[in-house]
């Protein structure tokens, strides 16, 4: 039974209290408190003292901190768990991926493959289908998997006492993963690895997660045996640049590069903002001045923005966001455009968008692709249904209806991905929407070389997924 928590303005009704001088606030509040306490069974109803509130505070202090600690050993016990997972799918693959084919005197395989090179292939895909069993049955991201497993594992290898501090719930998540995540980066000289963790475990018990970052960045830096130039060198193999949408018809942009690009990057673009910013009846701020200046630089849609540009440049220089590009594809319904409903339009691999700007992108637009469907049903009208190919109007047509890969979890767009046949069409399947569904390299692999399958529900006609261990998973429903 949950109980609410004491109300800080409970005011009596006025008639309550006819003839009878009105308690004060503080003596409302004490006697609210009290009988919160008492339903909580934290004192007793007899234990009227002055000191029985203050008691009861301090119980609920110690049951939460209780409730974090055994927090802190679930999730450790189930970054464990994770970890022996996929161990368990590497040292025996074949509940994942079928008996291995090459124990058998007579096998040769179609690819040309060494008897090696094959062993080596099962285990890969034998880790891979464990990594989405448990991604679907608990609805993580596969590479939230594996960077659990990866952070148990480099824990026990090389802290083993902040593992086992996280293990005790002394430790929180984000702790461990900060630790493994420093760790991961020394070289493997077992000495570094014990001096970090002494520092390390130390640091985690007393220090809250951010100040703890802090901390153990710098004791990495002092047990590090290789010097900054040479982690610096391969720390750049890393760079890139990646989207990730937010709310509202946004989007952040991040971009890994080395310090004294970024540096330099960040200083052209305020140098850009500040000079727009002294155009008469500028009114945009420093940082949208710099977020539109970052965009029409990338874009290539605004002059005007060059530090040396003269004060009438900047005055000219756009207020709006990115201009359309080739290859942006946007879906807009045709009585939305036409004003006549209100469904929104959406952008291919991010989501809904404003009207205004689907408007600005389909009048900027140089073509058009027209999906004609039936009137009534909304069904694709007859596509070429006699090759194994699939043809570009058809390919255009799953990309609208299934914008993403088919497997559940998976958010890699449509365009990216294989269309893959789910009757074989060796076997007779046709090339048409009804037999086909987009499906990554990964995924696609997964499908074909390990015991997960997918097949449509002869009722629903749902896509259904059926994983090694037997669990019957839903296709998700489209993103937008």
Known sequence: MELPAPAHDRSPAADAWAGVPRPGDDILQADADSAWAIALGLVNEDDDDDGAFSTSRALLIDRLEESATARHRATAAEYDLIRRVLQDALDDPDPWVGPDPTLDGLWCDPRGRSVAAVRRDRLDMAERAAVAEIAVRLRLAEQTVRTRAAHAAILGERCPRVWGAFAEGLVSERHAIETARLSVSLPADPASWAAFDTGARDRALRLSPARFATSARALRERVHAESLQTRH???????????????????????????????????????????????????????????????????????????????????????????????????????????????????????????????????????????????????????????????????????????????????????????????????????????????????HRLRHETRWAAGRDPDTGALVWTSPLGAHIDADPPPF
């Open 233 to 443: 060198e391969r720390a750049r193999e890393d760079r890139g640049v990646w989207m990730t949408a937010e709310l509202d018809g946004m989007a952040t942009l991040t971009a890994f590069l080395p310090v004294d690009r970024a540096a330099a990057a960040m200083t052209h673009l305020d140098r850009a903002a500040r000079h727009l910013a002294t155009a008469e009846s500028e009114d945009r701020t420093l940082a949208q001045l710099r977020a539109d200046a970052f965009a029409d630089l990338l874009t290539g849609a605004g002059a005007g923005v060059d530090a040396a540009a003269t004060p009438a440049d900047p005055a000219r220089a756009r207020r709006s966001g990115p201009v359309s590009r080739p290859g942006v594809v946007v879906t807009i319904p045709a009585l939305t455009l036409l004003g006549a409903d209100d469904t929104p339009p959406t952008l291919d691999g991010y989501g809904p968008i404003d009207l205004d700007t689907a408007r600005r992108l389909a009048g900027e637009a140089t073509s058009w692709v027209r999906v004609l469907t039936h009137p009534v049903t909304g069904a694709p009208l007859a596509l070429d249904r006699t090759t194994y190919r699939v043809p570009t109007a058809l390919r255009r047509w799953l990309g609208i209806t299934s914008p993403t890969c088919a497997f559940p979890g998976c958010g890699r767009p449509t365009r990216d991905c294989d269309l893959d046949h789910l009757r074989a069409w060796s076997e007779g399947g046709a090339t048409d929407d009804d037999n086909l569904d987009p499906e990554c390299r990964h995924h």
